[in-house]
C-alpha cells in the first residue's frame, strides 16, 4: 500500500515536469491501485484517461488492455456495476469487437462478485456472436463463476460442453473448478467422488477441498484432504490454518494447538489478517483487535453503535466464526475485534457518512469472516 502513495508522487512529479503520460503508465497505475483497493487514486486516473482522450482512438494497441484495467478497478473495489457500464460503453465505442480478453475480464469480476447468471448470460453473448470460440482460460471464469454463485450443476454442464461442443479437454484447473463448486454448494460427497476420477489432481485441488470442509464443517473430509496438502505442498501455511480452525470450530482446541504447534516446528508462520482504508489519499491499516491507532476509542464507539444497529435490525452474530476458547460473553466482543470492522467504523468515523449513504471500500489480504460479511 505503500507503493500507492510513491506512484502518485511520481505521477504527480512527471506532470509538473511538463511530461503526459500515456496509456502505458496509467495501466500500471489502474493495475496497482486495483489491487490495493484505492478507488479514489483509480477514479482519478480515469478522470486523466478521460481528459486526454486516450480511449478515443479504438485501434490503438492498449485500448483493450486498458478498458480491461479499468473493469478490474472497479470491480476490485466492489462496484461490479460500474465495471459493467465500462465494459459496456467501450465496446460501443470499438464497434462491438473486442478481444477475448476483455470478456474474459468481465467474466472474471462477476465471479469474484458471484454473479454466475450475469456471468453465464456474457458467456452466451460470446458463444452466439460467434467472431471467436472461447478457450481454456475463459472456461476457467466461467467455472469460477459458477463456483461463487453456488451453481455446481451449471459448471457439469459447462465442463462437458467445453469437450462437447469445442473440443477443448479440460486439464486439471478445470476439474478443480468443478471440485469447487461442488464442495461450495455443500456436495462435499460428490466433490470427492470427483477428484477420485481426475487422473492429474494436485495440491490446489485438495485445498480447494480443504477451504469446503471448513465451509460446512466436514472434520473427518478436512483431515483426508489435509493430509494429501502435506505430503504434496508441505510448505503451504494455509492448509494449516484451515485444518486449525476447522478443529477450533468444533471446540477441539487441543487439537487445534496441535496443528499450530506442528506449523511453527516446520518453521512456517501464519500471515496475519490485515484490512486497510484509504482516507484523503492516507492508507489506515488495521489487524484484528487492533488498539494502536490513535482514533482506536472512538472506532470501538462506533463499532458497538453500528453492531446494535444492525441486531436491532434482525442480524444475528454468527459466534461460530470466534476460534477462540472464550466465554460465551466474551463472543461478541471477540467479533467487534475484527480488522474489517475496525476499518469500517473507521470509515464512518472519517467520511461522517450515515447508514443509508454510499459505500465505504475496504481491502483485506485474506478472506473475509463470515459474522464480518453477514454484517
Not at 53 to 80: M, R
Not at 211 to 228: N, P, S, V
Amino acid at each position: 500500500t505503500e507503493d500507492t502513495i510513491k506512484s502518485e508522487q511520481v505521477l504527480k512529479n512527471m506532470i509538473n515536469a511538463g511530461f503526459t503520460p500515456d496509456l502505458v503508465i496509467y495501466n500500471t497505475l489502474l493495475s496497482l491501485y486495483a489491487n490495493t483497493g484505492n478507488i479514489q487514486a483509480g477514479k482519478h486516473i480515469h478522470y486523466l484517461i478521460q481528459k486526454q482522450q486516450l480511449l478515443t482512438y479504438t485501434n490503438c494497441k492498449d485500448f483493450d488492455f486498458t478498458v480491461s484495467c479499468l473493469i478490474k478497478l472497479y470491480a476490485s473495489c466492489g462496484d461490479i456495476r460500474t465495471a459493467r457500464q465500462v465494459f459496456d460503453n467501450s465496446l460501443q465505442l470499438k464497434g462491438f469487437m473486442f478481444d477475448i480478453s476483455v470478456y474474459n475480464t468481465m467474466i472474471s469480476c462477476y465471479a469474484w462478485h458471484g454473479c454466475g447468471y450475469e456471468a453465464l448470460e456474457l458467456f452466451q453473448t460470446l458463444c452466439t456472436k460467434g467472431e471467436f470460440l472461447p478457450d481454456k482460460i475463459i472456461f476457467i471464469s466461467i467455472l469460477n463463476a459458477c463456483s461463487h454463485a453456488l451453481l455446481p450443476d451449471k459448471a457439469l454442464e459447462c465442463i462437458k460442453m467445453m469437450h462437447d461442443q469445442f473440443g477443448i479437454i479440460p486439464d486439471v484447473m478445470h476439474h478443480t473448478c468443478v471440485t469447487d463448486a461442488l464442495g461450495r454448494a455443500g456436495r462435499l460427497a460428490e466433490a470427492e467422488a470427483y477428484i477420485q476420477t481426475m487422473t492429474d489432481r494436485n495440491e490446489i485441488t485438495w485445498m480447494s477441498f480443504l477451504g469446503a470442509c471448513r465451509l460446512h464443517g466436514d472434520l473427518e473430509r478436512g483431515k483426508k484432504a489435509a493430509e494429501q496438502i502435506f505430503l504434496l505442498w508441505p510448505e503451504k501455511t494455509s492448509s494449516y490454518v484451515l485444518l486449525g480452525n476447522l478443529y477450533a470450530s468444533k471446540g477441539l482446541f487441543l487439537e487445534r494447538d496441535s496443528i499450530r504447534k506442528a506449523m511453527e516446528g516446520s518453521g512456517l508462520k501464519k500471515i496475519p489478517g490485515m484490512s486497510w482504508i484509504y482516507i484523503d489519499g492516507r492508507v489506515h491499516k488495521f489487524v484484528v483487535a487492533d488498539e494502536t491507532h490513535p482514533d482506536s476509542v472512538r472506532i470501538n464507539e462506533k463499532i458497538k453503535e453500528l453492531y446494535e444497529c444492525i441486531k436491532l435490525a434482525g442480524f444475528k452474530p454468527i459466534t461460530s466464526f470466534v476460534l477462540k476458547n472464550v466465554k460465551e460473553d466474551m463472543l461478541e466482543k471477540e467479533l467487534c475485534g475484527h480488522s474489517e470492522k475496525l476499518a469500517i467504523a473507521f470509515g464512518f468515523l472519517k467520511t461522517g457518512m450515515d447508514l443509508k449513504s454510499e459505500e465505504i471500500v475496504v481491502y483485506k489480504n485474506l478472506r473475509v469472516c463470515g459474522d464480518c460479511h453477514e454484517a
